[in-house]
């Protein structure tokens, strides 16, 4: 496994020596050699960089977290640990001739990759625009993400969804100073939860506004709970920590769509691996005028709009 650097290490190794300290003084300063030690709390602030973790030390972080989801949503959950495929690099497309704006995608996300109901997180947001305007999808953030017309398409507006664009050359992991989130070989950018200290740099950082912070406890009612999950994915998540998109880690490794894929009624998103030839998207690039946002900064997001009607 890759290393972490010691510069981030050591940076870890700091806030947890100040969450402990912490912890310390909320119980009356008692030692760490009691009931504190055995906390699932301690075992948090203690835990190694999933990079660094050996197959033992995962296996029992995924029964700590197993248990903790067991004893919250009186569900059993599975976890998964699974790592990149080989020979496979993931990416996405979407037909804006296509997209009538129905937010399908923005739900059908929500539900299956646990974010809070309340308050709420999106990690994809739709834009509105004029249907003449569609030149200023350059600045994407100038369009109207709070329109509302219900499930039917509007008449002479168009639609741009935004989510993480999954970068070659993402701004987000320069940022973070504890290596909390990196980019994986298949080409998804994954956020250790338990090494995010909540500065929010990657979000400054992120040209996309693609990443989310937890300024509360989230909050999913049990049964609407997915207990289906991905350690770097959609487990749930904890006050204080950034989200966003992992191109639904827990199916896409296990060789299934992203749920937003499957939830559009007309078929405008497309996914799959980009070092397939034959793959759709590589067809998809091949054969359609496809361009990404931003592509002047030299993030090279994995993530391609088209419009089909072109050739």
């Not at 080989?86 to 009538?100: H, M, N």
């Not at 200023?136 to 509302?148: A, K, L, S, T, V």
């Not at 896409?252 to 749920?259: C, E, K, V």
Request: charged share 25%; glycine share 8%; aromatic share 12%.
């Amino acid at each position: 496994m890759k290393k972490v650097p010691k510069s981030a290490m050591s940076r870890r190794t700091f806030m947890k020596g100040a969450g402990i300290a912490g912890a310390s003084l909320a119980i009356g300063g008692c030692n760490l050699g009691g009931k504190l030690l055995n906390s699932d709390l301690l075992a948090e602030y203690l835990q190694s960089h999933f990079q660094e973790m050996t197959p033992e030390e995962i296996e029992h972080v995924r029964e700590r977290l197993l248990k903790q989801y067991k004893k919250k949503y009186g569900r059993d959950f599975v976890l998964g640990t699974e790592g990149p495929l080989p020979g496979v690099l993931f990416a996405y497309g979407l037909d804006l001739s296509r997209c009538i704006g129905c937010r399908r995608c923005v739900y059908a996300c929500v539900a299956e990759n646990n974010q809070s109901r309340d308050p709420q997180m999106h990690w994809i947001r739709v834009f509105e625009f004029k249907r003449e305007d569609t030149i200023r999808w350059i600045n994407f953030e100038q369009g109207n993400p709070f329109f509302d017309h219900g499930l039917q398409p509007a008449k002479d507006k168009v639609y741009l969804p935004v989510a993480c664009m999954q970068c070659e050359n993402p701004e987000c992991v320069r940022a973070c100073p504890t290596n909390a989130t990196w980019k994986d070989p298949d080409g998804i950018v994954v956020i250790d939860y338990n090494w995010c200290i909540g500065c929010r740099y990657c979000m400054t950082a992120c040209p996309y506004g693609a990443r989310y912070f937890n300024w509360d406890e989230p909050k999913i009612p049990a049964d609407e709970v997915n207990p289906k999950t991905h350690y770097l994915g959609n487990r749930p998540r904890m006050h204080g920590v950034v989200e966003k998109c992992t191109f639904c880690i827990h199916r896409t490794r296990q060789g299934r769509y992203p749920a937003c894929v499957e939830a559009c009624p007309v078929g405008a998103r497309k996914f799959g691996n980009f070092l397939d030839p034959d793959s759709e998207i590589q067809q998809l690039i091949k054969r359609k005028r496809t361009f990404v946002l931003k592509a002047e900064i030299g993030t090279k997001p994995k993530f391609f709009y088209f419009y089909s009607f072109y050739g």
